[in-house]
């Protein structure tokens, strides 16, 4: 099971730390991902780190968002910097073994998602 937390409303220019918690599945040898649905619109890929921990990001959030894992805590966390209003999205996190990807049908694991809402 996969736990999203740390959504909520802020300020454009603000910043957001979302965390994803697992239990019962070890993240350190997922990849685990970041993935977004705004309003409206589909489901997007945002960010994934591998289980050697390189990231990477969709070009939409490259040099605002930072991937990371503590794996003492089984967890992986989405710090987003500079925020804008058209970040504004549910938040989702998901996992998989594996190759890494950014295709959303590829993770098999996902959690019920955060809500993050960015004012202008």
């Known amino acids: 099971q996969l736990v999203e937390s740390g959504g909520g409303l802020v300020q454009a220019g603000g910043s957001l730390r979302l965390s994803c918690a697992a239990s019962?599945?070890?993240?350190?040898?997922?990849?685990v991902a970041w993935f977004r649905q705004a309003p409206g619109k589909e489901r997007e890929f945002v960010s994934f780190i591998r289980w050697n921990d390189n990231p990477y990001y969709a070009e939409s959030v490259k040099g605002r968002f930072i991937i990371s894992r503590d794996n003492a805590k089984n967890t992986v966390y989405l710090q987003m910097n500079s925020l804008k209003p058209e970040d504004t999205a549910i938040y989702y996190c998901?996992?998989?073994?594996?190759?890494?990807?950014?295709?959303?049908?590829?993770?098999?694991?996902w959690g019920h998602g955060t809500q993050v809402t960015v004012a202008s």
């Open positions: 998901a996992s998989k073994l594996g190759a890494y990807s950014i295709l959303e049908h590829q993770y098999e694991y």
């Open positions: 019962g599945r070890d993240l350190s040898v997922h990849v």
